[in-house]
């Protein structure tokens, strides 16, 4: 990973409203000389849209730094065991999200998503979650309530993007098209 790919990653994962139309595909691999698949989606080095785990793993062990500095310079209350407390419960919680959202497209029948993929597309809301305790610290309960309310805006946008563009859709309709086109 490049500082240019993770600066770019994060600003469409913060401000999701400047990316347009099909520029929230992924883009094709088209490495044939590796003897690559040429229906294969591109890597993270190459696709701005390819989902990866760097960004998530790191703004997630952000967020835990950023949380504990909260709790212990503007409270005064820094307990390593709550910090501990606060990893599992988020890890956890993000796991269980994560397998929730693909039971339910597997049952939907609305989205072919590998766990990985759903995995780093969840895990992009610690970059979020590190903006709105930095409003903590600096401005108090009431702005981190004004951070949550825009940042959790602004990632459920940049989060329902990513999937409405990796969804295929498999509705009768659709097969039925796909039947009378195929006659």
């Given at each position: ?10 600003l ?8 347009k139309g099909?520029?929230w595909k992924?883009?094709?691999n088209?490495d ?26 790191m703004?997630f ?8 500095c ?11 065991q ?5 990893n ?5 919680f993000?796991?269980f999200?994560t397998?929730?959202l693909?039971?339910c497209?597997y049952?939907?029948n609305?989205a ?5 993929e ?10 979020a ?9 600096l ?16 990632y459920?946008w ?13 509705t009768?309709?659709?097969?039925i ?7």
């Amino acid at each position: 990973m490049t500082n240019e790919y993770v600066l770019k990653k994060m600003l469409i994962v913060v401000f999701p409203f400047t990316v347009k139309g099909d520029a929230w595909k992924r883009q094709k691999n088209f490495d044939m000389m590796a003897g690559g698949d040429p229906d294969a989606a591109a890597t993270p080095r190459t696709d701005v849209q390819a989902p990866d785990l760097y960004i998530p793993l790191m703004s997630f062990v952000t967020f835990l730094i950023q949380a504990g500095c909260v709790q212990g310079f503007n409270r005064g209350d820094f307990d390593m065991q709550k910090l501990f407390l606060l990893n599992s419960f988020a890890l956890f919680f993000w796991l269980f999200e994560t397998l929730i959202l693909k039971g339910c497209f597997y049952f939907m029948n609305i989205a072919n998503l590998a766990y990985m993929e759903l995995l780093c597309y969840t895990g992009y809301k610690f970059v979020a979650l590190c903006i709105i305790v930095v409003c903590d610290g600096l401005f108090g309960t009431l702005g981190s309530y004004a951070a949550l309310a825009i940042f959790g805006g602004l990632y459920a946008w940049f989060f329902f993007a990513t999937l409405k563009s990796n969804i295929s859709s498999n509705t009768l309709a659709d097969h039925i098209k796909q039947v009378s086109m195929n006659k």
